[in-house]
């Protein structure tokens, strides 16, 4: 059972445009999330962060919200730009407290900006 | 620093036949992960270590599936003998938190014929 779901396997935006990829969780135990990006033939490599303390992490274009009460949190792009293209994972950990299980990743999304 | 180094970055071989993936992680990283990428499952845990002990191996799918870090600057993932349904991307990670800011190794791509 998939702990951490991104429901779109893929998400095309304009350049310059906002892009908003989103990610739920079933597991109220998570109190970790973060958004990782990546290029094909490459590892994923981390992009931002939010603890459950918090509902907003702002990161020059990149900003993640979290809504706790929904389990579901969002990544936003803006603007979008052609380096953006790649797919981006979300994962979470805390299950007990102080993530000793490692990361939960979702399947990930493939974002497409087009110029 | 190089980041972590996986090795080999593909590897093909023939059902039955033994696996081993390698891997150098961060010097002064702490926590040791492995990861299997698949189209269905997505990334998957397999197994941590944390100054070279196993962790958490709940992640091995079976008895074929052993990992190894002989000391703080190698790991290893064996699969013997090998199956075709184990043909995935093989991620390393390490860090020196175990619940978040990891830094992967690029994969070995893992094809059983």
């Known amino acids: 059972d998939q702990q951490v779901k991104q429901n779109s396997p893929s998400l095309s935006v304009q350049e310059g445009r906002i892009s908003i990829l989103n990610c739920d969780y079933t597991?109220?135990?998570?109190?970790?999330f973060l958004w990782y990006k990546k290029y094909p033939a490459e590892g994923p490599t981390f992009l931002i962060s939010?603890?459950?303390?918090?509902d907003k992490n702002e990161d020059g274009r990149f900003t993640v919200f979290l809504n706790k009460s929904a389990k579901h949190l969002s990544l936003h792009i803006v603007p979008s730009q052609p380096g953006d293209s790649a797919v981006y994972f979300c994962?979470?950990?805390?299950?007990?407290?102080?993530?000793?299980?490692?990361?939960?990743f979702g399947k990930g999304t493939h974002l497409i900006i087009q110029p | 620093d190089a980041g972590v180094i996986q090795s080999p970055r593909h590897e093909v071989t023939e059902m039955g036949q033994e696996v081993t993936l390698r891997c150098k992680p961060i010097?002064?990283?702490?926590?040791l992960f492995w990861y299997r990428q698949t189209m269905m499952r997505g990334l998957e845990l397999l197994i941590y270590?944390?100054?070279?002990?196993?962790?958490?191996d709940s992640g091995m799918p079976e008895d074929r599936f052993s990992a190894k870090m002989p000391n703080a600057s190698f790991s290893t993932l064996k699969i013997q003998p090998s199956e075709p349904r184990d043909s995935a991307v093989y991620f390393c990670?390490?860090?020196?938190?175990?619940?978040?800011?990891?830094?992967f190794g690029s994969g070995t791509r893992l094809t059983v014929v």
């Open positions: 990670a390490s860090s020196t938190i175990p619940f978040g800011g990891y830094t």
């Open positions: 597991n109220s135990m998570f109190d970790y």
């Open positions: 939010i603890s459950s303390i918090k």
């Open positions: 994962a979470a950990s805390g299950g007990g407290g102080g993530g000793a299980d490692g990361l939960t």
């Open positions: 010097s002064g990283h702490d926590y």
């Open positions: 270590f944390n100054n070279n002990v196993p962790i958490d």
